[in-house]
């Protein structure tokens, strides 16, 4: 069975970890690779012992620690063309890189994995779902808006690990980020707020989601306890009164938890529906947050590489 771990998620760093018994692969690698082999080893997995990496887009934030961690591991990392291409500009170790084209499966193991596009101001974004016989695990980060491509892959998977990055009224009132953040967070192509997640939620629902894990959260913008709030409250006032609601955090890591369906029974059938899109302009302000102290300073090779990162 598939199970999903999370060793950190934020806009400084995401990186978390889908195994299936010995295949053992990362989704993004935007920790340091320091940060990246604690993690792993506080989870009780060896960090020589990775399968491979695959990744969502090529922002900092989900690829910086690239570079290190491979400098003594030759992965395979899989990305789409356009991905391919902007990260393996930055990255000088001996990886393998496996390109697919956005909207392709392929397998890693015993793992099928579907790709699927999403707006998001990078090159060639995408989500995945990971399945095998017996679950399925969607993730979705970084995304300005939901689709209904979105809504129709992600449709009845077991798990969903989804971002949630900020909290309208909170982005609205901060007082610490220029017009022009807010506007990038907000808009089409930056990333999605508590209430478009929970309507996300709410519309990918079946009756074998157990477990949503919430992501991406902003440190200034969102709060857990208010993403899982909102999320929750939709989730029963659309009758999925079982579904475990729960948020990843930067630093400490979510452990490993095995993605299988619901209790039979536990949820209603529930009609489709696609979520409302935000109005135009609908939210403002928010600026870069303020770097890591805890986490070492990542290696990058040049500033062009710092000026993909779209950070909050
Ligand atoms: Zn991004
Ligand atoms: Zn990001």
Same mark, same amino acid.
Do not use: Q, Y
């Given at each position: 069975m598939l199970e999903l771990a999370v060793l950190g998620s934020g806009s400084s760093g995401n990186c978390a970890l889908v195994s299936l018994g010995k295949t053992r692969v990362l989704? *993004?690698?935007? +920790?340091s690779a320091k940060q990246i082999c604690l993690r792993l080893e506080a989870l009780g997995? *060896?960090? *020589?012992?990775?399968t491979a990496i695959v990744l969502t887009h090529e922002h900092g934030d989900h690829t910086r620690g690239i570079d290190v961690f491979c400098r003594k591991r030759s992965l395979p990392i899989y990305a789409t063309l356009h991905t391919c291409a902007v990260v393996r500009e930055n990255v000088s170790s001996p990886v393998i890189w496996t390109q697919f084209d956005s909207g392709a499966g392929f397998e890693i193991g015993d793992m099928k994995i579907e790709s699927f596009s999403v707006p998001h101001d990078a090159v060639d974004p995408v989500g995945f779902v990971f399945r095998c016989e017996e679950s399925s695990l969607g993730v979705l980060s970084d995304v300005g808006h939901v689709t209904r491509m979105i809504v129709d892959r992600l449709k009845g998977v077991d798990t969903l690990f989804t971002e949630a990055n900020y909290d309208e009224k909170m982005l609205q009132e901060d007082?610490?980020?220029p017009w022009s953040t807010k506007q990038r967070i907000s808009n089409r192509h930056g990333h999605l707020s508590n209430d478009q997640t929970a309507e996300l939620v709410a519309s990918v629902a079946g009756e074998n989601l157990k477990r949503v894990v919430l992501g991406? +959260?902003?440190?200034?913008?969102?709060t857990p306890e208010l993403a899982a709030k909102i999320i929750s409250e939709k989730l029963g006032t659309e009758g999925f009164t079982s579904v475990t609601v729960e948020c990843a955090d930067r630093k400490e890591p979510l452990p490993s938890e095995a993605v299988a369906h619901a209790p039979v029974n536990a949820a209603p059938a529930k009609e489709e529906s696609i979520p409302q899109e935000k109005a135009p302009n609908s939210a403002l302000v928010c600026e870069p947050s303020p770097p890591e102290t805890e986490a070492p300073a990542p290696s990058l090779p040049n500033q062009e590489w710092r000026q993909t990162e779209l950070i909050f």
């Open positions: 989704i *993004d690698a935007g +920790l997995v *060896d960090p *020589d012992e990775l007082t610490k980020r991406h +959260l902003s440190s200034d913008c969102n």
